[in-house]
């Protein structure tokens, strides 16, 4: 973006949130035995073949070499399959990837990143932006602190958290100290942040490009940042502006939202699992009653409403109803969303949620009880379409996690 000359940018506070190897997590999530263990999950991988690619590897797994992106024989040859062998010592669990349980997690996430900022952005299932506006910087810490807390309570995974004054910087400051790290890069800090950091480190800057960059004498984002603009355009193009300008901390996107949401959820953990039928009700009340108010807040209309119950250790269960047309209506969103939990009136509970989805943002002139007719209900889920969309990262594979 180009400045008008001598006005400065306002001082913004930019999050970035990256949860730490994110389907790897979710798969210790549902079974806590491989804490610890290398997990590799694979896209287009089955059990017992050799075929696929590694979407990620557990930092346990990529002490072995095995990488993001790289072809599941490749990774077996660096790390053989724990199945196969005699022996455990130098062997890893390798698993397929399970997109509806990863995103039953990114929603829990989701909802914590919906109620710690007015506007976030998602760019991938596992990462997003926070604009935390002209929050005062002595609060940084503490914020993201209180965030993590929040995301590894509610989703029961760690995430990297970096803050800084605008995007790019956030993004790098996330990635310095993984896994479950926390940096905050103050206004005044950028430059010496930055300057040390390799230029591999860049975003954008890929093997071949960190080679030419050395091959011209910089190794640092600090000797980027003090090269010449135009020699660094004329041997990279305008990527290499933004290289020259990402190694100076210079940055003036704004976090936009990827969208309108899909769909909006809240959801609670008990302290203990409990088979308590007035607790479970008291729980889905309370969150109706939160997610109805965010809907409303947003002027979206829900023509879906669901509930999500997670059984131990981690047994994901969610049914839902569609009305015959969108409606604002808390009372109903409440009442729906009791009918639905009725079905696990005896069950033992670990978390609850209701979920309202196939928003409609185009008309707050609706009707409530009127417009309703019975829907569909879903035995096996959502009717819908409308998961949390997260995003994706542009010019990666959608279901390749870099966290």
Known sequence: MERLPGVEPPERVVCHVDVDCFYAACERLREPAL?????????????????????????EARDYG???????????ELLPRRADADDPADTGIYRPVDMAFYESVAEDVQAVLDAAAETVRNVSVDEAYLDL?????????????????DIEQAAGVTASVGVAPNMTTAKLASDAD?????????????????????????????????????????????????????????????RG????????????????PTGRPKSLSGESAFVEATDDSAEKRQKVRALAEEV??????????????????VEPPF?????????????????????VALELLEEFADATVRKLGVRLSNLSFADRDQASLDVWADGDESADGDDDDGREDLGSRPGQADLTDFG
């Open 35 to 59: 804490g610890g263990e290398p997990v590799v999950v694979g896209m287009g991988y089955e059990p017992g073949e050799s075929h696929g690619a590694v979407a990620t590897a557990s930092y």
């Open 315 to 335: 047994d994901v269960n969610t049914r839902a109803r569609s009305l015959s047309g969108p409606v604002d209506d808390p009372d109903l969103a409440e009442a």
């Open 66 to 76: 095995v990488e993001s992106a790289m072809a599941i024989s490749e990774a077996l």
């Open 133 to 149: 506006g002209d929050r005062p910087w002595d609060e940084a810490a503490a914020f993201g602190r209180r965030l993590k807390d």
């Open 241 to 256: 502006r933004d290289i020259h300008a990402q190694a100076r901390g210079e940055d003036d996107r704004e976090v936009e």
């Open 292 to 309: 109805a108010d965010r809907a409303a807040a947003k002027g979206a209309l829900y023509r879906t409403i669901g509930v999500k119950i």
């Open 178 to 238: 993984k896994p479950d790290g926390l940096v905050v890069v103050r206004p005044s800090e950028v430059r010496s942040f930055l300057a040390p950091m390799e230029v591999a480190d860049l975003h954008g800057v890929g093997p071949v490009t960190a080679r030419e960059l050395r091959s011209m004498g910089l190794e640092t984002a600090g000797d980027v940042a003090a090269a010449d603009e135009v020699a660094l355009v004329d041997a990279f193009g305008e």
